[in-house]
């Protein structure tokens, strides 16, 4: 949620390796895992600040203008995903 990109990746192993010792079947993801892997994946973001950068490199007039869109839109996604993670789960099992 707060841009930190690749320095994210170690926090997010290591939350799976955690989870992972709850998991009785250790060949299956669990559901915990799944909707772990959907939050990180939906990349929610609260302050862009790659394409915030970007946009300044290369002149933007207002670059701080993609906030609210990303915002929106990232939640958009992930709460679509939560919902499609919720009924998968029900049909499924």
Known sequence: MLGLSNAA???GLKAME???KINPKKDT???YMVTFLIINSASLQIIPTTLISLRASLGSNNPTSIITPIILTS???LIIALILDRFFRRIFK
């Open 29 to 31: 993801a669990s559901d």
């Open 75 to 77: 939640l958009i996604s």
């Open 18 to 20: 955690e989870l992972q």
């Open 9 to 11: 990746t170690p926090f």
